[in-house]
């Protein structure tokens, strides 16, 4: 039997898988990292990653009117970066504030429906603020391909896929080995217990979001220079996908998250090979659906014992 | 009280003309959507994101059976039973892999069934004719007369709400609306007292599923053309927040909330852009000072109403 592939079409699925599967996970993890310290679904998430994206288009813009984007092209797309983070940050915060702090003894269900009303305002918000036009990224990198063996990778694939690992490197550094870091895990694992060792819970979830929404902004500028067409719809479906993710790992748990975005990545990537490219969103949640049927809580997720 | 409210809707439409009776229409099957979800959610407390599949294949259902598609025009009143049993069974299907998952993992993924169905009737195109969607499809006949204007459709609509909401009441206060809100208040104490957890669970998306399945094939009728992009995310979670405004497990509630969140946009339509903008606002401010809902169940809260803890 002949092979069905050549090596070069698996390897550019590789990269491919990588590179998507990177920036699902940025965003699984702002997802996650809320999950595990609020047990709520942040339904607004995809909309806070379309923010950071047009934040950055934002200053991309601003940037190449005064030429400056021309002298120094890493250092504009550095401060895109910036500029997204820190816009994200704070919407996420003030959401945070308004929509969800109110809701923090309501019942289950009132936290997902108030996000999604927040989610409907985000997304008419940018509606209101584009005049509903699809914006195009400024390129700046002008997209360029290397041959290293029989990877053919081009320098914004190397950009998201190194850019994806540092930030998720440094995110797992940070909540292992610093203080703040050791008061998220505390905050998750038990909220009143960790409040009586005289730790500030508000300020600990006020910090969970930010980080989760400045590493959704940094997603959202990838996939604005990636794909470079953005809408104020944008948000919905890489959501989706990083929800599932996040579930695919097992919701609450920060490695989960990583390997469950690099997972669907792939899934996606190769799965279009045996399919036609169209039935690619049947694919992420068929293989939620068989992950979930064989451990229903997820790749890493914890066997918790049920409450009784 | 409860025969006033039935009457002052029975002569509605002749006052208010065509188009708020199209509106109401609309409420009307958002209504029998909502009755159908909350017996998934409000009376056996499982998530469902994922409704809108139900009412999809209801909708495509009726539309393959009654359109130029395949030259077929069985009746409307003939293909009802069939979409409603359809539904039914794709609610089976979706229930027996997903029973044992609880919470946010049930509802990921319902919300991924729903969608695959979607992309399915998107890119199945020899049977749906894909984004292009199925056109002329039949009206319904009542005798001779055709149900084709907007008025006609409001009181068969009415009729169909009526049926849900009496045949809800009905669930609720047996034998199987007792198991479930002992299942929905605490699945492990049911279980311990002898209730049959997978059954019932299996039972309340069997029986939510084919409301959605009428609710479909009414849509479908009514519409004369139905598409793909009808069958969005946005309508399982329009429906589930009606039944969340207006208080999770009351019937009356799922009403008024149909009447507030179907309606409420119509009466924005004057601010044009800023309608979707002020209802996501008032989405949010709803919860924050109404949480659980306008007309809340009076019978125990439910489960979902408890404090958040991990499972």
Not at chain 1, 182 to 187: F, Y
Not at chain 2, 21 to 49: C, E, H, P, R, T
Not at chain 2, 91 to 105: C, E, I
């Amino acid at each position: 039997m002949e092979a069905f592939f050549s090596a070069a079409i698996l390897c550019d699925q590789l990269i491919n898988g990588l590179t998507i599967g990177g920036i699902y996970a940025l965003i699984a993890l702002g997802y996650t990292l809320v999950y595990g310290i609020l047990f709520m679904i942040n339904f607004a998430h995809g909309e806070i990653f379309m923010f950071g994206s047009f934040a950055g288009y934002a200053a991309l813009t601003f940037l190449l009117q005064y030429g400056f984007t021309e002298q120094r092209p890493l250092a504009s797309i550095l401060a895109a970066f910036l500029a997204a983070m820190v816009v994200s940050a704070l919407l996420g915060t003030i959401l945070e504030r308004i929509a969800y702090r109110p809701l923090r003894r309501a019942s289950r269900l009132a936290p997902l429906i108030s996000a999604i009303g927040a989610s409907i305002f985000l997304q008419n918000v940018m509606l209101i603020i584009i005049k509903g036009r699809m914006q195009v990224y400024p390129d700046l990198l002008h997209e360029t391909f290397f041959e290293i063996g029989w990877f053919n990778i081009s320098n914004f694939q190397i950009m998201i896929i190194l850019g994806s690992f540092f930030l998720m490197a440094g995110l797992y550094i940070f909540i292992q080995r610093t203080r703040t870091g050791r008061a998220m895990r505390a905050v998750a694992e038990d909220r009143s217990a960790a409040a009586l060792m005289g730790i500030d819970v508000n300020r600990i979830i006020m910090i969970t979001f930010v980080i989760g929404s400045a590493l959704a902004a940094a997603a959202g500028v990838m996939v604005g220079m990636y794909y470079t067409q953005i809408n104020h719809m944008m948000g919905f479906i890489p959501g989706i996908k990083a929800f599932t993710a996040a579930v695919l790992g097992g919701i609450g748990n920060v490695p989960g998250a990583m390997l469950g975005g690099l997972f669907l990545g792939l899934a996606e990537a190769f799965g279009v090979l045996f399919m036609p490219a169209q039935y690619k969103d049947v694919i992420a949640f068929a293989l939620l659906v068989l992950v979930l049927i064989f451990r229903p809580r997820g790749i890493l997720g914890e066997v918790v014992s049920e409450k009784v | 009280m409860l025969s006033a409210v039935i009457f002052s809707a029975a002569v509605l439409p002749p006052l208010v003309g065509n188009y708020w009776s199209q509106v109401l229409g609309d409420i009307g099957i958002y209504m029998m959507l909502g009755i159908g979800l909350n017996v998934v959610v409000g009376f056996a407390g499982l998530l469902d994101l994922g409704y809108v599949a139900f009412f999809g294949i209801g909708a495509y259902g009726y539309a393959l059976m009654a359109s130029p598609q395949f030259g077929m025009h069985v009746p409307f009143w003939l293909m009802l039973p069939v979409c409603v049993a359809l539904a039914a069974a794709g609610g089976a299907l979706l229930g027996v892999p997903v029973l044992r998952l609880r919470g946010d993992y049930l509802a990921i993924v319902t919300l991924g069934f729903g969608e695959i169905i979607r992309v399915i009737l998107n890119n199945l195109d020899p049977l749906t004719n894909g984004p292009r969607g199925l056109l002329r499809i039949d009206p319904p006949f009542l005798g001779a007369t055709p149900i084709n204007n907007p008025q006609r459709w409001y009181y068969l609509i009415l009729a169909g709400v009526l049926l849900a909401a009496f045949t809800a009441d009905r669930l609720n206060n047996s034998r199987i609306g007792r198991a479930w809100i002992a299942m929905r208040e605490d699945q492990d104490a049911a279980a311990v007292m002898g209730i049959d957890i997978l059954k019932y669970k299996l039972l309340a998306f069997t029986i939510g599923a084919s409301f959605a399945g009428a609710g479909g094939a009414i849509f479908a009728a009514r519409q004369g053309a139905i598409f793909p992009e009808n069958f969005s995310l946005m309508v399982s979670i329009n429906v589930l927040c009606l039944i969340i405004i207006g208080g999770m497990g009351s019937i009356p509630g799922v009403i008024l909330g149909a009447i507030v969140l179907i309606g409420l946009p119509e009466v924005l339509r004057g601010t044009e852009q800023y309608r979707m903008l002020s209802f996501g606002a008032l989405l949010v401010i709803m919860m924050i000072f109404r949480p659980s809902g306008l007309l809340p169940a009076s019978r125990r809260r439910p489960a979902a109403a408890a404090p958040r803890e991990p499972e």
